[in-house]
Each structure stands twice: as C-alpha cells, then as structure tokens.
Nanobody
Framework: VQLAESGGGLVQAGGSLRLSCAAS????????MGWFRQAPGKEREFVAA????????YYADSVKGRFTISRDNAKNTVYLQMNSLKPEDTALYYC??????????????????WGQGTQVTVSS
C-alpha cells in the first residue's frame, strides 16, 4: 500500500497550489482521508480531513476558508487546494488514510497509512 503525494513546490505569498495524493495497492474509497503538515522544529499538525463519501469535511482553524479538501474515489485520489498561501503554511505536507470511514478533527488517532510527504514553501 502506498500513498504518493505530489504538487508541492515554491510559491509566493498569496499564491495557490494543489496537492494530490494517489493511493495504490488497495482502494480507500471506504476510508476517511486527511492532510497533515510538519514545519521544521514543530510537531505534525492536522490540516484537513474528508469522510469516505466526501460529504463531511473538517479543517484546522489556521487554514479554514483558504484550503479545500476533496476526493475522487474513482481515481483513488485525494486533493488539497490551497489558496491565499502564507509563509506560515511552509511545511512538509503528508497525506493519510484512516482505518474507518468517518472523518474528524482527531483523524491523527485513526491513521493507518501515511505518505512520504511533499514540500510546500511559501516565500514572503
């Protein structure tokens, strides 16, 4: 089983990026998925989560209104659209697959699989 993130890069403040997480090895269409990030010297933190159907989404306060999580179960892929990026969004972004179908702010306690991460750097 593998979760492969892509779409990271260097962007100026105010810009946008779209991260993708493609799953392989099994289908995750019945599983909640999420995005986390970790900045240098800081703990990994929750960014966003989405239920198996996509009907329920959750966001950290720091990204609410700027980031949007979505999924395409036919492609076994989860996305994170990031707009109005700020320098404080700079981090390594990880995709995660939970063991159950329900998403929540506490998704980190239900994660079964992690991706390797994709770097997002926002310059001021």
């Amino acid at each position: 089983v593998q979760l492969a993130e892509s779409g990271g890069g260097l962007v100026q403040a105010g810009g946008s990026l779209r991260l993708s997480c493609a799953a392989s090895g099994r289908t995750f269409s019945s599983n909640a998925m999420g995005w986390f990030r970790q900045a240098p010297g800081k703990e990994r933190e929750f960014v966003a989560a989405i239920s198996w159907s996509g009907s329920n989404t959750y966001y950290a306060d720091s990204v609410k209104g700027r980031f949007t999580i979505s999924r395409d179960n036919a492609k076994n892929t989860v996305y994170l659209q990031m707009n109005s990026l700020k320098p404080e969004d700079t981090a390594l972004y990880y995709c995660a697959a939970a063991g159950g179908s329900a998403a929540s702010y506490n998704l980190r306690y239900k994660v079964d699989y992690w991706g390797q991460g994709t770097q997002v750097t926002v310059s001021s």
